[in-house]
């Protein structure tokens, strides 16, 4: 496959944006490869400036759950478009998607709207600051949680229970406030609660970790934790950026039946446009300005191309039978995979819930980011660069879920199964 054009706009775009990308998972430098630059989109597919299409299981990293280029989604931005991009005031389209997320989340009595899943999650954390009055929060070691200074920490090394910093700029005096433990490790949890008794203002989590792949709460581990939280007067913030109306139209918490304090949400509820939101309990979410005294602002929050794209989606979403489909597609490509896999000179494991999967390159269970590190890499970049040349775009790392869309044909899951069969083989 030629990706020439793709490799001289990226030599072009080094010189002007830092490492040609203006995110940096897009470089695909993981896989030691250029990046494609898109042109387009439609459907499962998506074509490059090359002129190549690829069937699509990145889907701008979760949004595009209806597919690229839905027509409805794309009625919905225009006519919006046509009629004002920014009022910089309230708008009904603000309190229509509002009591959609609402009557999809019954524990999300007020939301408020940002432009980020980044926004989400670091004003949910101020918020849990300020209504419990302590400064500390605990998260896990593996999950994403966007890219805000204390959520930028990783578990010390041995016994050390502060965090430390896992970017340049962060100070360590902000990272000290952070803990962090084991994914699915509740005794661990329990035990760093204990330790710093009075002292959590919340634990965060995703409630399954989308960004080292694909791991599912062991059972036991979110009721545990929800236990847990409200014995200690701690804050669940359950971060469902990427599985909200991914896993199920009410997200993990709906399948799972684990209700947090605090949830945030972004990628889908936007349709494809930049959109975050975090919600929860009304007593909570009255202690926001300019109710209360916890300062969160933003010019484009409830941005009206972004509310119309997000109702237009969940109206879609809300359709008998969505995640039925997402769901039987999702099954299928997994144990197509699983299939294709028999044939690789080693193990690998495939984890999936609902429409997103990851195929890991080690043995399994993965259960933690430790257990997920041990997968081979090196093999997963050859496997990648395999794909691509069959057309199939899987994310372009290890460590990130694949996402399956309504619009993804049997011929795609087909092709997609065939490719990776072939690509196994060729490991
Ligand atoms: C993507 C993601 C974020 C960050 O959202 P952005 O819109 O990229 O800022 C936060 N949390 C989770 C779980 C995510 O997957």
Redesign the pocket.
């Known amino acids: 496959m030629n990706h020439q054009k793709s490799s001289e706009l990226f030599a072009k775009a080094k010189d002007v944006i830092p490492g040609g990308v203006n995110s940096p998972v897009r470089a695909f430098k993981s896989v030691g490869l250029d990046p494609l630059f898109i042109e387009r989109a439609q459907g499962s597919k998506i074509f490059d400036a090359d002129g190549n299409s690829y069937i699509d299981y990145v889907g701008s ?2 949004p595009m759950i209806m597919g690229h280029c839905h027509p409805k989604i794309v009625e919905a931005i225009q006519k919006a478009a046509a009629s004002g991009a920014s009022f910089g005031a309230p708008t009904a389209r603000e309190i229509e998607l509002a009591e959609m997320v609402s009557q999809a989340y019954p524990n999300i009595e007020k939301v408020r709207m940002v432009s ?6 670091m004003s949910a954390i101020r918020l849990a600051r300020g209504f419990t009055g302590r400064d500390k929060i605990l998260k896990f070691d593996g ?5 805000a200074d204390s959520l930028l920490v990783k578990a010390g090394s041995g016994a050390a229970t502060f965090g430390v910093p896992t970017s340049l700029g962060v100070p360590a005096d902000f990272a000290k406030y952070t803990l962090t433990a084991a994914y699915n490790d509740l005794e661990e949890t329990r035990k760093m609660v204990a330790d710093n008794k009075g002292e959590i203002a919340c634990i965060i989590l ?1 409630p399954v970790a ?2 080292m792949g694909c791991v599912a709460p062991r059972p036991g581990f979110l009721e545990g934790l929800r236990e847990l939280c409200t014995a200690e007067g701690i804050l669940l913030v359950i ?1 469902e ?2 599985t909200g109306f991914r896993v199920a139209y009410g997200g993990a918490q709906e399948r799972f039946g684990v209700r947090g304090d605090l949830v ?1 949400l ?2 889908i509820i936007g349709g494809g446009l ?1 959109v ?1 939101a975090f919600g929860g309990r009304r007593d909570i979410m009255d202690c926001l300005s300019p109710e209360g005294g916890v300062y969160q602002a933003g010019t484009l929050s409830g941005n009206p191309l972004a509310m119309s794209a997000g109702i237009a989606a969940l109206q879609l979403l809300r359709e008998e039978g969505f995640y039925e489909l997402i769901e039987q597609k999702s099954s299928y490509l997994a144990a197509g995979l699983v299939d294709a896999a028999g044939s690789a000179p080693f193990k690998t494991c495939l984890q999936r819930v609902g429409g997103m999967f990851c195929t890991y390159f080690t043995e399994g269970p993965v259960y933690s980011f430790a257990d997920a590190a041990k997968s081979d890499t090196a093999a997963f970049s050859r496997f990648f660069a395999l794909m691509l040349d069959q057309g199939i775009n899987l994310a372009p790392s290890q460590f990130e879920a694949g996402f399956m869309s309504s619009a993804h044909s049997q011929e795609d899951l087909d092709r997609t199964i065939e490719a990776a069969a072939k690509a196994f083989k060729a490991l």
């Open positions: 990293w979760g980020s899943g980044t926004e989400a999650t999950c994403y949680h966007g890219h995703e989308g960004n971060d950026v990427m945030c972004g990628k930049p975050g």
